[in-house]
Nanobody, 114 residues
């Protein structure tokens, strides 16, 4: 499984970005997809997840600001990020979770300036 994340960049606080993650295989459709982030010097934390049927879950720190979605026909995962804060600065990773193994994308850097 290959995952390619894109859409990161530099944005001012209060701005928005949309991350995408393209998957390489049809197994994308049957698995839980996740977005993680890792700030410098910190551990990698779960940001949001979405099941194959579309049920979502969010970290408290992003609830109401971020929206995870998926297009199974295109094998693509999205993360819409609004009202960005400097503390959202991190490398964002998409992941495919089979339940017994997690495949990772390469990460995309999001920098939010104050």
């Amino acid at each position: 499984v290959q995952l390619q994340a894109s859409g990161g960049g530099l944005v001012q606080a209060g701005g928005s970005l949309r991350l995408s993650c393209a998957g390489s295989r049809a197994t994308f459709n049957r698995n839980v997809m996740e977005w993680y982030r890792q700030a410098p010097g910190k551990q990698r934390d779960l940001v949001a997840s979405i099941t194959s049927s579309g049920s979502t879950n969010y970290a408290d720190s992003v609830k109401g600001r971020f929206t995870i979605s998926r297009d199974n026909a295109k094998n693509t995962l999205y993360l819409e990020m609004n009202s960005l804060k400097p503390e959202d600065t991190a490398v964002y990773y998409c992941a495919l979770n089979t339940g017994s193994y997690r495949f990772w994308g390469q990460g995309t850097l999001v920098t939010v300036s104050s």
